[in-house]
């Protein structure tokens, strides 16, 4: 099931993993897996037909990026038969989120995201005005992924990592929090205080500390 936070601005969604001893996997809250960001697609992207675009999902998870990208070769997908699934789970402390040898945390640290009015320059010069001009409308946002957060890394060595989307300039915001979060811990530069989860679970992270 799915249901708002307090706050009203995270998803929870019931999960069956409990605890692991890699830190990569676990999670706040016992069996409970948080949704950070909901990522919407873009309304009128001609790579998605609305079947298509009804099972087309990107969620940003508090220790990864899960996403569904269907896709067919049949007409039939106009009337919502014949389509395949494609989901794809990347962990926020794995590759392609860690590895940069120029990250601002050190060789293999995380990379840093991007919108892509930020990294559409042709060397000084930028032509994201000229995207939004001719392909925004059919195409949507972009967030970059890049090596480092300057503006080297940005402009020269940064790619598209999210297409089609809402919002990217949220989105990277979201995406950095998560990674660096997730780097911080595995490093040990977060030290995790034990809170007790549900009834018949081990306690998890509830609240950090910086050391």
């Not at 790579?47 to 990208?69: A, F, G, K, Q, V």
Request: charged content about 15%; aromatic content about 10%.
């Amino acid at each position: 099931s799915t249901v708002n936070n307090a706050n009203g601005n995270c998803l929870i969604q019931s999960a069956g993993m409990g605890w692991t001893d890699d830190l990569g996997l676990k999670t706040d809250v016992p069996l409970n897996i948080k949704i950070s960001k909901n990522v919407e697609a873009w309304s009128t992207s001609l790579c998605l037909t609305p079947c298509l675009r009804d099972r087309w999902y990107t969620w940003i998870m508090e220790n990864r990026l899960e996403t569904n990208r269907p896709w067919t070769i049949s007409p039939l997908s106009l009337c919502g038969l014949c389509i395949h699934d494609s989901i794809s789970v990347n962990y926020f402390d794995r590759s392609p989120f860690v590895g940069s040898l120029c990250s601002s945390q050190g060789c293999c640290g995380p990379y840093h995201f991007v919108p892509y009015t930020e990294a559409m320059y042709y060397y000084c010069i930028p032509y994201s005005c000229i995207y939004d001009l001719f392909c925004k409308c059919c195409c949507g946002e972009m967030v970059y992924r890049a090596p480092c957060n300057n503006t080297c890394g940005k402009i020269f060595c940064s790619h598209p990592f999210l297409c089609c989307i809402k919002d990217s300039k949220d989105i990277a915001q979201v995406m950095n929090e998560r990674v660096q979060y997730m780097y911080a811990m595995k490093h040990g530069k977060i030290v995790p205080v034990l809170a007790p989860g549900p009834p018949g679970t081990v306690g998890l992270p509830e609240v950090q500390r910086m050391r």
